[in-house]
Structures are given as structure tokens and as C-alpha cells.
């Protein structure tokens, strides 16, 4: 289980990368992103354009960022925007009224590795992937569910990608890179189901965080709370707790 708070063992300079772009979504000052009480804004920077609600909580209060439009509405209600409420879809729910939730996406994890906290996992079987590898990787989209594969955005053509694979040449795992921000390598995984729980997953992301901190980006894992499968690999490879999100998506207008 990976433990939240504070990252203790990763640089400092690692924790202002993660400030420095939790900032600039939210187009608001470092210091804002970690609230003594909870704090509702209207969307700016990165979220400008956001149709729905997201809220960020690191080691302090909630910081919530909603629609221009529905701002007024909910702010009397600032203070009750506690961490035990967002985590509830039920009271988020009526905390975000008269928006209407269609969705609520969290608690997700945030995790960050460095050079200081990275565990590399054994390489072998495990390598970047070329367009050579277009049928394996064609196969094992075939094997997972679509929405497991679709929301990792996996292109072999667009960004690096690597592999972790069985003895006899299947393979198992996948894992990529997309850059956020020019400073941010936010991780991407996915495991065939007849291999999950053996180690693929944990060595194809091996090989991506490798590769991005070779690069000069800081590694990104974010996982859904509830997937420990998925926080076991982050947690073997020394990645450090550095807070939570959650994402409301809202009907239209």
C-alpha cells in the first residue's frame, strides 16, 4: 500500500516539479495548492476550458476547481468541502448542486519516483517497443477490455512505449510515457489479464520510469484508489505518495 502525504524520499526539487504543475493547472499561486481550509476557485490555467469539477488534496485542505457558472452556487458552501465529503460520490454530489454529476472519477492517487526513491525492477524480458511490435501490440489489445486500453491513450507512433514479455515472445505488459508540460512523464499501464500478478506490469513500467528519468522528467503514476493491484507495482518501484484527485464530470447546461 502506498502511504500518503509528504514525499519524504524523494529531492526536493522533485516535490516543485509536481508543485510548479499543480499550480499552473489550477492557474493558481504554490502556496494555493495547499490550503488550510477548503478552497473553491473558478477554473483557470490548465483547467480554463474544464467542463467539470476537479479537485486536488495534498497533505492540507481540498482545493476545488469548478465551472465560472456554477461558483456562486456552491461557494457559501466552501467549508464543507472536506476531504471525507469528496470522497463520498453521494455528499459530492450535493455539495456541487444544482450542477448535475453524471460521473465521479477518484480518489486517484498521485505518485512521483526520482533518481533518490526509484527501485528499478529487473529488466529482463522487458524493452522500448518499436513499430516491429505492432502485431504484439495488436494482440494484446485484444485481450484487455477497451476501456482499460483507451484511457492509457497508448500510440506506439507518438510517444515511447515499452514491453515487458513472456519466454515464449507474448506480450504481456504495456507501459508509456505521455509529457506533461515538458517537465512531467505521466505513466501509462496495462496488463494482459492472464498476466497480471507475475511481475510484467511492474517491469514494463520499470523500463518507462528508467527512460524518463534518463530524459530529465519526473515520473508520474496515478492509479485509482481502489485498483491495489495497480499500487502495488507503484510501491515496488519506489514511488512516493504526493496526494489525491478527484474529477466530477458535470451534465451540460
Not at 464543507?80 to 444544482?98: G, K, M, V, W
Amino acid at each position: 500500500m502506498v502511504v500518503r502525504g509528504t514525499p519524504r524520499d524523494m529531492l526536493r526539487e522533485s516535490v516543485a516539479i509536481a508543485d510548479e504543475y499543480w499550480a499552473a493547472e489550477f492557474g493558481c499561486a504554490r502556496q494555493h495548492i495547499r490550503p488550510r481550509t477548503p478552497r473553491l476557485q473558478q477554473h483557470a490555467g490548465g483547467l480554463s476550458d474544464y467542463s467539470g469539477v476537479f479537485i486536488l488534496v495534498l497533505d492540507a485542505a481540498p482545493l476545488v476547481s469548478v465551472p465560472g457558472a456554477l461558483l456562486s452556487a456552491v461557494a457559501p458552501r466552501a467549508d464543507q468541502f472536506a476531504a471525507e465529503a469528496i470522497r463520498d460520490p453521494e455528499s459530492l454530489r450535493r455539495l456541487l448542486f444544482p450542477g448535475s454529476v453524471t460521473a465521479v472519477v477518484g480518489p486517484a492517487l498521485l505518485n512521483y519516483a526520482d533518481h533518490s526513491s526509484f527501485l528499478p525492477a529487473p529488466m529482463e524480458g522487458a524493452r522500448e517497443l518499436t513499430p516491429q511490435d505492432a502485431a504484439a501490440i495488436l494482440a494484446l489489445r485484444a485481450a484487455c477490455l477497451s476501456e482499460e486500453w483507451e484511457a492509457k491513450g497508448f500510440s506506439i507512433d507518438s510517444q515511447p512505449t515499452f514491453g515487458a514479455f513472456a519466454p515464449d515472445g507474448a506480450l504481456m505488459a504495456l507501459a508509456n510515457i505521455r509529457v506533461w508540460a515538458d517537465r512531467i512523464a505521466h505513466l501509462g499501464v496495462v496488463t494482459r489479464p492472464g498476466g497480471r500478478n507475475r511481475g510484467f506490469g511492474t517491469r514494463a513500467v520499470s523500463a518507462a520510469v528508467r527512460h524518463a528519468l534518463g530524459i530529465g522528467l519526473l515520473p508520474q503514476y496515478r492509479v485509482l484508489e481502489h485498483n491495489v493491484a495497480s499500487r502495488r507495482v507503484a510501491q515496488k518501484l519506489g514511488f512516493q505518495s504526493y496526494g489525491w484527485t478527484v474529477a466530477a464530470r458535470l451534465a451540460p447546461a
